[in-house]
């Protein structure tokens, strides 16, 4: 069974950085698209950047010129880079696995709070 725990998560300046790890275990990840999510209260989760299990990163516009996602396969982890934070990217982050014809998992979620 897939386990994905979150980690870096907390509280933030408006324009500070924060990295988000996911610690994959339980299969291969390296067949794996990783995928960060987030969801801010009282709103619909949103997908904010992809990786491939061949390493092709996207990210939402939203995030764009700010966020990086990255994955190292021989760790197991895949992570995502915030600089520039702004108080709108304050949500719960969510680290997803995919792989079709193997499963769809989620991660617990860790809180990222901007505020001054």
């Known amino acids: 069974q897939v386990q994905l725990v979150e980690s870096g998560g907390g509280l933030v300046q408006p324009g500070g950085s924060l990295r988000l790890s996911c610690a994959f275990s339980?299969?291969?990840?390296?067949?794996?698209?990783m995928r960060w999510y987030r969801q801010a209260p009282g709103k619909q989760r949103e997908l904010v950047a992809p990786?491939?299990?061949?390493?092709?990163?996207n990210v939402a516009d939203s995030v764009k010129g700010r966020f990086t996602i990255s994955r190292d396969n021989a760790k197991n982890m895949v992570y995502l880079q915030m600089n520039s934070l702004k108080p709108e990217d304050t949500a719960v982050y969510y680290c997803?696995?995919?792989?079709?014809?193997?499963?769809?998992?989620w991660g617990q979620g860790t809180q990222v709070t901007v505020s001054s």
């Open positions: 997803n696995a995919y792989k079709k014809g193997f499963g769809d998992y």
């Open positions: 339980g299969s291969i990840f390296s067949i794996y698209a």
């Open positions: 990786i491939t299990s061949g390493g092709s990163t």
